[in-house]
């Protein structure tokens, strides 16, 4: 079952090491099959309170997928360039 990666995300600390981030995490995505569905622009809130940043999706084959591209040693390695300069909050959701 498909599954996402939904990611809400502020940056609080430096922008370009945010930047080398957004450089390298996509080719860390692809050996799990994962792909942008969105990854940034327009955000409008249309029910509700949200303060939103920059939203990401990100599709996977399935959970599993998502578990373990998010623990590899390849993700880890720049996670902490996110992790230090962003206050973010991130979701795997299953699919239908």
Same mark, same amino acid.
């Given at each position: 079952?498909?599954?996402?990666?939904?990611?809400?995300?502020?940056?609080?600390?430096?922008?370009?090491? *945010?930047? #080398?981030?957004?450089?390298? !995490? @996509? =080719?860390?995505?692809?050996?799990?099959?994962?792909? %942008?569905? &969105?990854?940034?622009?327009?955000?409008?809130?249309?029910?509700?309170?949200?303060?939103?940043?920059?939203?990401? *999706?990100? #599709?996977?084959?399935?959970? !599993? @997928? =998502?578990?373990?591209?998010?623990?590899?040693?390849? %993700?880890? &390695?720049?996670?902490?360039?996110?992790?230090?300069?962003?206050?973010?909050?991130?979701?795997?959701?299953?699919?239908?």
């Amino acid at each position: 079952m498909t599954a996402y990666l939904i990611a809400n995300v502020q940056l609080t600390g430096d922008a370009e090491e *945010l930047a #080398e981030y957004r450089s390298r !995490v @996509a =080719a860390t995505l692809e050996p799990y099959g994962g792909r %942008y569905l &969105a990854r940034g622009g327009a955000v409008e809130v249309v029910e509700g309170d949200c303060q939103p940043g920059q939203i990401v *999706l990100v #599709e996977f084959p399935d959970a !599993v @997928a =998502a578990k373990s591209w998010n623990e590899s040693p390849e %993700y880890q &390695a720049i996670a902490p360039l996110r992790i230090r300069n962003t206050d973010s909050t991130r979701l795997i959701v299953d699919g239908t």
